[in-house]
Every structure is written in structure tokens, then in C-alpha cells.
């Protein structure tokens, strides 16, 4: 006879007790020291490139993250700036960037080591010696990909160049057809490899177009992202970036604005392992598109030949 799901009546309770294991229940007191290395652990991971936030948030290993905000933005800048900013301090990482060529994507972080709007030949080699020295990792490619090849070079990264954050911009080059369960499955698998192979997967998303009076001048929230709710569900953390659009126009025009209030806001909607969540403001440089600490817009350069000399006497 089948039974259904919900056709309980039919269960022989002492034979699936007999037959079904219970390895995976835990013991409290085994609980103790898991629980202290993860308490532990919550202030672990790749640290910000800003001080203001550190201690409040990192992209910390095993964990997937959603970063998004409105078309034009800075998400992708910003999650530029943290990769740079974990390579200068010796973490390993990868950018699947579907939308800019590779070569693109390499002068601007040149750019943005270098603090500069266009840096030399001579430079640009400096970086890529640099960047050889297991640093940073490109994906070459510019196109909609597969669920399947998206992690399938996540997976490789990992496995074979030793990534420990893997940018992967963005899920609208991911070809999941609008379907909501693939979105979901696909973002479940995501957050599987972060876990299972002990790194932060950051996921670069898109916000809806804003409605009402205030446009983009509204700072979105968590519940703001395009597709389905599964997407926040199960990231452990959520990150927005919102840029004040008004403000940079007037700079840009060389019109007066009131410098008291940031460019940038990155807004952390969402920590599971961490208590801490709120919005932080940044001001954009002068000559390059990166978040400063503070309205004097300063922002110090990596020393890629410095690191360099320190990792041959190593």
C-alpha cells in the first residue's frame, strides 16, 4: 500500500527506531568548546578595508554573503576595494566578474593600489608581478554563465589556486531563467561550497528599481533584492551599498554640497553569526572610485614593491 506523507497511521514505531541512526544528535557537553571556537571565531575573517567598521563586520570563511544595491551604485567597486584591501594582507582571491573583461577589472585594482586614475606600463607590470605572487585571481570570461560552470569556478578556485573570498559578479549573469526554485537551489549550493570548503563566496546582486517620490534617493533594505527571498535567507550576511546620486552629480559640476554627510553608505542589513548591524557612511576619493574613511577623502596606497622584497626574503 502507499502511504502518503501525511498518512502517519501506518508508521511501525519500534521497527524505524531499531533501524535509524541518532549519531547526529549532539551532546551538550561536547557543545562547549564548538561553541567557544565559534564565539571565538565571529571576529575572525578578512577584515575591511575601512576601520570604522572593523570589529562590526568581515567576510568570514564558510560563509556565503549577498552584496547588492541599485544599478550604478559602486557594489562592484567597493567589493573590488575589500579584495584588494585581503590580497595586500595576504589572503588569497578570486574574481568571477561576468560583467567587465578581465583586463578591465586588473586596471582598475591597479588603479586602486595605486590610488591613481591611470597608472603607467611600468606600473601595470609591477601590479601583475604582484598579483602573481598567489595574490589575486581573474576568471576570464565575459558572458552569462551556466548555474553549473558559475560553481564549477568557484569549486576551482579553491581548489586549485586556494582562494579564501571569491567575488562572483554578478547572479544576473547566471543564467537561472527567472525561475525562482533554481535561484534557490542554485544560492544553496553557493552557500554549500562556502561551508564545506572553508571560504566567503560574496555574491553581487541587483536591487528592484525603486518606486515612489524619493527614487534612489531611498536607501534599500534587505527585503529590496530582485528574485526570490531565499537569496537573504541563506546568506549568512547581507551587505548594501548605497550611493547618494545628488550629491556626487553637484561635486562633479563643482557645485557646493555639504560634506558633513558621506557619499557612500554600506549598509550591513543582515549578520547571522554576529550582532552587529547598521549603516556606516564613506566618501568617495578625489581621483579614483574608492570609499575613504572620512570627508578629507584620503586613502593610503598599497606597497606592492615593499611586499614584494618582504616575500623574496621570506
Known amino acids: 500500500m502507499l502511504v502518503s506523507r501525511n498518512d502517519f497511521r501506518n508508521l511501525k514505531v519500534q521497527e524505524e527506531l531499531s533501524y535509524n541512526r541518532v549519531d547526529n544528535v ?20 578578512i577584515q575591511p578595508p575601512w576601520p570604522k567598521l572593523e570589529g562590526g563586520f568581515a567576510l568570514r ?23 584588494l584591501h585581503a590580497a595586500a594582507h595576504g589572503s588569497r582571491v578570486g574574481f568571477i566578474s561576468l560583467e567587465l573583461p ?13 590610488v591613481s586614475p591611470e597608472t603607467p606600463e611600468s606600473y601595470l607590470r609591477e601590479f601583475a608581478n604582484w598579483m602573481d605572487d598567489s595574490r589575486l585571481y581573474i576568471y576570464d570570461k565575459v558572458d552569462v554563465m551556466t548555474p553549473e560552470e558559475a560553481l564549477q569556478a568557484c569549486i576551482g578556485l579553491v581548489k586549485f589556486f586556494g582562494c579564501q573570498l571569491i567575488v562572483l559578479d554578478c547572479l544576473f549573469m547566471v543564467s537561472l531563467a527567472d525561475d525562482l526554485e533554481q535561484e534557490r537551489a542554485f ?35 534587505k527585503h529590496d533584492f530582485i528574485g526570490s527571498s531565499h537569496l537573504v535567507n541563506v546568506s549568512s550576511s547581507v551587505l548594501i551599498v548605497h550611493e547618494d ?19 557612500i553608505n ?10 552587529y548591524e547598521g ?11 574608492l570609499l575613504c574613511n572620512s570627508k578629507r577623502r584620503e586613502y593610503k596606497p ?11 626574503n621570506d
Open 26 to 45: 549532539a551532546m551538550p557537553l561536547d557543545l562547549v568548546g564548538r561553541a567557544m571556537k565559534r564565539r571565538n571565531a565571529v571576529d575572525e575573517g
Open 61 to 83: 570563511p564558510g560563509e556565503l554573503v549577498l552584496a547588492g544595491g541599485y544599478s550604478g551604485h559602486g557594489k562592484s567597486a567597493v567589493m573590488a576595494q575589500w579584495g
Open 102 to 114: 578581465a583586463e578591465f577589472l586588473f586596471d582598475q585594482l591597479a588603479s586602486f593600489s595605486a
Open 187 to 221: 544560492s544553496q549550493k553557493l552557500a554549500a561550497i562556502a561551508k564545506g570548503m572553508n571560504a566567503c563566496i560574496v555574491l553581487v546582486h541587483h536591487m528592484r528599481k525603486p518606486a515612489g517620490k524619493e527614487g534612489e534617493k531611498h536607501i534599500p533594505t
Open 245 to 263: 546620486k545628488e550629491k556626487t552629480k553637484k561635486r562633479n559640476q563643482g557645485e557646493e554640497v555639504d560634506d558633513d554627510f558621506p557619499d
Open 266 to 275: 554600506l549598509v550591513v542589513a543582515k549578520q547571522r553569526y554576529h550582532r
Open 279 to 289: 549603516r556606516t557612511g564613506y566618501w568617495l576619493h578625489d581621483k579614483v572610485r
Open 302 to 312: 598599497v606597497e606592492i614593491r615593499q611586499q614584494m622584497r618582504e616575500a623574496m
